[in-house]
């Protein structure tokens, strides 16, 4: 069983929806990651929470320490946030290495 | 540009044959890791270097080797190439406790 686990693996959905990506891990960790990564596929940061909840424009990120569980979510899709959302887990020692789900592809159609 | 410069963008080489890529972290990280993208694997952590000292090591091949130079920049070296070791690498930086930044990796394809 991965230590990070996100579903689902594939989601396709129309302009304007609201998208929900999830993501639960198994391992104590210090902070909690989405990333995108694009079909040219460079990675971008989107979000490092270690509680509660984060927003940037359309993107929020929330996570329940205690349930070990996040959640991605897109408000008013649009085709250009067609990519793929990875959830990466710093875990807790010494290194900040990430840990990484398998990601989710999104594809939203107009 | 996220300030994380990777180079080469595309390397094409054959195997058994020597290949270095190179990473320039962000101003100001002292933290510089090393990941690997590969399609039945997914992104997996290689090694990191903190202020050019190793600080963790992954699921690194022997075969393969890195360092970090005392402007911070950081190499990772891989050898006897084999066709498996076609992938994306990618190099990121961050400061303690902050966020991560990648550069924009490295298609590496080995024939």
């Known amino acids: 069983k991965n230590e990070v686990e996100q579903s689902p693996q594939n989601l396709t959905a129309q302009e304007g929806e609201f998208i929900t990506i999830n993501c639960s891990y198994s391992?104590?960790?210090?902070?909690l990651h989405w990333l995108q990564q694009h079909p040219g596929g460079g990675i971008v940061s989107l979000f490092m929470?270690?509680?509660g909840k984060k927003k940037h424009g359309r993107l929020i990120a929330t996570i329940n320490i205690q349930e070990k569980h996040s959640s991605l979510h897109i408000t008013a899709s649009h085709p250009r946030d067609s990519a793929v959302y990875i959830c990466?887990?710093?875990?807790?020692?010494?290194?900040?290495?990430?840990?990484f789900g398998k990601g989710t592809k999104l594809t939203v159609n107009p | 540009d996220s300030g994380v410069t990777q180079t080469p963008k595309h390397l094409i080489t054959a195997t058994g044959q020597r290949v270095t890529l190179r990473c320039s972290p962000r101003?100001?990280?002292?933290?510089v890791y090393w990941y690997q993208q590969s399609l039945d694997q997914g992104l997996q952590f290689l090694i990191q270097?903190?202020?050019?000292?190793?600080?963790a090591k992954g699921n690194i091949l022997e075969r393969f080797s890195a360092q970090q130079f005392p402007d911070l920049h950081s190499e990772l070296n891989l050898s006897s190439l084999e066709l498996g070791d076609s992938a994306l690498y990618f190099c990121?930086?961050?400061?303690?406790?902050?966020?991560?930044?990648f550069g924009s990796g490295t298609r590496l394809t080995v024939v």
């Open positions: 990121a930086s961050s400061v303690r406790g902050g966020g991560y930044t």
């Open positions: 391992v104590g960790i210090s902070a």
């Open positions: 929470l270690s509680s």
């Open positions: 990466a887990a710093t875990t807790q020692g010494g290194s900040e290495k990430l840990v």
């Open positions: 101003s100001g990280d002292l933290s």
């Open positions: 270097y903190y202020n050019g000292e190793e600080r």
